[in-house]
């Protein structure tokens, strides 16, 4: 168990909708990262926030967006979803942005119907 | 543009046999390589960090190595529970980004 927490395990939902997925750091991990996770692509680094405030964007479409809140949970929202979304979204923490090891959660399986 | 490039894609060996996976990557400035395994279905846990040429880290059957253009991970007498995804990722010491590159693995099973 590395510490940090998502959820909901498995969402399941139709093209065009919106739906948000919720990340818990480790305790005192102020760094947080978001990467998804698809068969053909491997997996993929998204979005950095640390702090409260975005640090870096990797792949990450328009249509997703991030945040982080004040006691330093994230959510990772997804709109206008498409059936090619469909895919493993994994958070990830650190104590410091430099911080060279990332410890990964469970993940979330989003399934676009 | 970072790019991480592992090898095999699968490997299946027998309990007790000795082998190794390649990790070739090519990046601007190097702060860290990873190595992570992966079950199915789950996050990747994290395994070692190496930061620069020649250097070397071991837990239990793995070791991991670092040269300036490739790591490898060496498994030492697996077992059947070693069966997993092992992925490789590097960290670049510019653009202040930290996420990480990462390969699209290595799928092992050891065979009892």
């Known amino acids: 168990d590395s510490g940090v927490t998502q959820t909901p395990k498995h969402l399941i939902t139709a093209t065009g909708q919106r739906v948000t997925l919720r990340c818990s750091p480790r305790?005192?991990?102020?760094?947080v990262y978001w990467y998804q996770q698809s068969l053909d692509q491997g997996l993929q680094f998204l979005i950095q926030?640390?702090?409260?405030?975005?640090?870096a964007k990797g792949n990450i479409l328009e249509r997703f967006s991030a945040q982080q809140f004040p006691d330093l949970h994230s959510e990772l929202n997804l709109s206008s979803l498409e059936l090619g979304d469909s895919a493993l979204y994994f958070c990830?923490?650190?104590?410091?942005?430099?911080?060279?090891?990332?410890?990964f959660g469970p993940g979330t399986r989003l399934t676009v119907l | 543009e970072d790019q991480v490039t592992q090898s095999p894609e699968a490997l299946r060996l027998q309990e007790g046999e000795s082998s190794s996976l390649n990790c070739s990557y090519t990046?601007?400035?190097?702060?860290?390589l990873f190595w992570y395994r992966q079950d199915p279905g789950k996050g990747p846990e994290f395994l070692f960090t190496?930061?620069?040429a020649g250097e070397e880290k071991e837990k239990e059957r793995l070791k991991a190595t670092l040269t300036k253009k490739e790591s490898f991970l060496h498994i030492t007498a697996p077992k059947p529970e070693d069966s997993a995804t092992y992925l490789c990722?590097?960290?670049?010491?510019?653009?202040?980004?930290?996420?990480?590159?990462f390969g699209k693995g290595t799928h092992l099973i050891i065979q009892p």
């Open positions: 990830a923490s650190s104590v410091m942005p430099s911080s060279n090891e990332q410890f």
């Open positions: 926030y640390y702090n409260g405030e975005e640090r």
């Open positions: 990046v601007s400035g190097l702060r860290g």
């Open positions: 990722a590097v960290q670049d010491a510019g653009g202040g980004a930290d996420g990480l590159t």
């Open positions: 190496l930061y620069s």
């Open positions: 305790s005192g991990d102020l760094s």
